[in-house]
């Protein structure tokens, strides 16, 4: 089964594909958009703003998809950098592991109540839109603990997240072997020492 995904670059839309091969593993592209809206019950406050730095912190409600919220709320504020951690807990949660030679994420599902033992990610501007990259923790009554990249985490009955937005936006890059956002390896300094 193979699924095309929709993209606003037409030079990477061949490219975003989820793929179920032979041993049923389902694979998820880096291109594949996080969809919008999927947090109505999600409530934000502004903590502190000192010299630029904002400190927020996002309430999760009940079947709100974190990585949906976190999305609209960066989009709204026009972030562009910034870092978050979040704990909780979840009702389902989609955790994948990237496999280089298919440069796409193998996707775990998981449909069963979960502790959200640690949730921590970034975000950095690719083409001028804020791309959010996470990766979770996830426990269970075992006292197991699974995790990896985050695809899909819904709240249930909360998630409680801080995040701190820096003044300075930082830009990602496609990188070519591995079709991943990444975080461009260069500060530009100007000749009077400003970023």
């Given at each position: ?95 994948a592991w990237f496999d280089a030679a298919k440069k796409s994420y193998k996707v775990n599902e998981i449909n069963k109540q979960s502790e959200l033992v640690s949730l921590m990610g970034d975000i950095g501007l690719y083409e001028g839109i804020p791309a959010v990259h996470a990766h979770v923790s996830v426990g269970f009554e075992t006292g197991g603990v699974e995790g990896g ?47």
């Open positions: 089964m193979v699924i095309l995904m929709s993209c606003h670059n037409p030079e990477i839309k061949h490219k975003m594909i989820i793929a179920e091969n032979k041993d049923s593993a389902v694979y998820s592209s880096p291109f594949t958009a996080i969809e919008k809206g999927k947090a109505p019950g999600m409530k934000y406050r502004l903590l502190s703003d000192h010299d630029g730095i904002k400190e927020f912190m996002l309430i999760f409600a009940k079947g709100d998809e974190v990585l949906s919220g976190i999305s609209d709320f960066v989009k709204q504020q026009k972030v562009g950098s910034a870092r978050f951690t979040a704990i909780g807990a979840l009702q389902s949660v989609k955790t990249h985050l695809i899909e985490a819904v709240s249930f009955p909360t998630v409680e997240l801080f995040i701190t937005v820096f003044p300075i936006a930082l830009d990602k890059e496609l990188d070519p072997d591995t079709d991943l956002k990444l975080f461009h390896p260069e500060i530009r300094i100007d000749s009077e020492g400003n970023k």
